[in-house]
């Protein structure tokens, strides 16, 4: 909203400075920081009132959760969501096509997990909304975001799959590139989803894939760095890093609060919105696959949960403690923060693996 500022650059110079992306992601990142502080401790009060037994523990879970966390209230991932949404608006240009999708792909997944949460608060029970119902709304979201993008990206990309590392090489999906762009944002939503076990565990991993893919989005929607990179240009998408910033900054007010020992969850309403919205961004700037990379971590959590349920049918047997796996390291005799701060510096490197594809050829 702030861009169009810029109609009175002639006036007053320094409205100049709204033209340009790292200005206004810097803004989006400060707003966003700021809405969390001012609104996190109220929410929170809030949240401890309508939920007087706190975010349900489930019972097959690690002992001592069932100790440590009860009565921690959870939908915490309302005031992330809030921050996001009102530092995007504020900064980001309202005619941007991307941002629009990514924005709408969260508040879709947001709204699933706050079902999903609000379920489980008001029946006391850990099941929530069932998965298949989940899981069928978040295809619809997904498919809807895979469509947007097939029609706003340059005829060149649309329908195809761009590798890292082999640069010139465009696979065409066609059609089939809208279930791939579905299953990239539903598999990304649950994979954060399953992470989301420990305090603190999935906002900083989120945050650092984010700030990842903001600075490719940014590279992308560049015509000179994707002439120096040798990447696709996909225009418009420098956009998205507006949206990144605010997610930061969000996150970053989030992670005050939930900080072992957590004083509120993120909830699904938070942990399905921002996998969500990891997804979206990676479908809007062609970098699915690197997504994968960043976000290796969240593919690990939720590889190590398929295993562990597969090889159990099969045998009767399991191949971790518990799963997923933060949870096995828990029972191996890890304590929380050591999971939590060793699950981060994985994070980092993966991240700047990530970042490393943008030149390697």
């Given at each position: 909203?702030?861009y169009?500022l810029?109609?009175?650059s002639?006036?007053w ?10 200005f206004?992601?810097?803004g ?6 700021i809405?969390?502080?001012l ?7 809030l949240?401890?009132r ?5 975010q349900?523990?489930?019972?097959d ?10 009565g921690t209230?959870t ?8 921050a ?7 900064w ?7 941002v629009?999708?990514v924005v ?6 947001g709204?699933?997990?706050f079902a999903d949460d609000?379920a ?7 099941k929530?909304v069932p998965?298949r ?16 993008v097939?029609?706003?990206h340059p005829?060149?990309?649309a ?9 010139d090489?465009?696979l065409?999906l ?11 944002i539903?598999g ?5 989803n399953m992470?989301d076990?420990?305090?603190g ?12 893919l903001?600075?490719?989005a ?6 000179d760095?994707?002439?120096?990179l ?6 418009g998408?420098?956009e998205v890093l ?14 005050w609060?939930?900080?072992p020992?957590?004083a509120v ?9 921002l996998?969500g919205?990891?997804?979206?961004i990676a479908?809007?700037?062609k ?13 690990v ?11 159990y049918?099969?045998?009767g047997?399991r ?7 933060h ?5 191996r005799?890890?304590s929380?923060?050591?999971?939590v701060?060793?699950?981060w510096?994985i994070s980092?490197v ?8 943008l030149?390697?050829r």
């Amino acid at each position: 909203m702030l861009y169009w500022l810029t109609d009175y650059s002639d006036v007053w110079g320094w409205l100049n400075l709204f033209r340009y992306i790292t200005f206004r992601a810097g803004g989006a990142f400060f707003t966003a920081l700021i809405f969390g502080f001012l609104f996190g401790q109220p929410l929170i009060d809030l949240l401890k009132r309508r939920q007087s037994n706190g975010q349900p523990i489930r019972t097959d879970g690690p002992e001592s959760h069932i100790l440590e966390k009860a009565g921690t209230p959870t939908m915490g991932g309302v005031l992330i969501l809030g921050a996001v949404l009102v530092a995007t608006l504020l900064w980001a240009r309202w005619d941007n096509p991307y941002v629009w999708m990514v924005v709408l792909v969260t508040l879709g997944f947001g709204l699933i997990g706050f079902a999903d949460d609000f379920a489980k608060v008001s029946q006391n029970n850990a099941k929530g909304v069932p998965g298949r119902v989940r899981l069928a709304l978040g295809v619809v979201i997904a498919l809807g975001a895979g469509w947007w993008v097939q029609i706003h990206h340059p005829e060149a990309l649309a329908g195809q799959l761009a590798l890292p590392v082999f640069k010139d090489t465009l696979l065409n999906l066609g059609w089939f590139y809208l279930p791939f762009a579905a299953l990239v944002i539903v598999g990304a939503a649950n994979s954060v989803n399953m992470t989301d076990g420990l305090d603190g565990l999935a906002i900083m991993p989120v945050m650092i894939a984010a700030g990842t893919l903001g600075a490719i989005a940014y590279a992308v929607g560049r015509v000179d760095f994707t002439e120096y990179l040798g990447l696709h240009y996909v225009p418009g998408t420098g956009e998205v890093l507006i949206f990144t910033a605010g997610l930061i900054g969000g996150g970053l007010g989030f992670l005050w609060y939930n900080a072992p020992p957590a004083a509120v969850f993120m909830g699904d309403t938070g942990s399905l919105a921002l996998g969500g919205a990891l997804g979206a961004i990676a479908v809007a700037i062609k970098h699915e696959i690197v997504l994968a990379i960043v976000g290796g971590l969240f593919v690990v959590e939720t590889l190590s949960v398929i295993i562990q349920v597969l090889y159990y049918k099969r045998t009767g047997k399991r191949v971790f403690l518990m799963a997923p796996i933060h949870h096995h390291f828990e029972k191996r005799g890890w304590s929380e923060p050591q999971i939590v701060i060793r699950f981060w510096i994985i994070s980092l490197v993966l991240a700047l693996v990530g970042l490393a594809t943008l030149k390697i050829r």
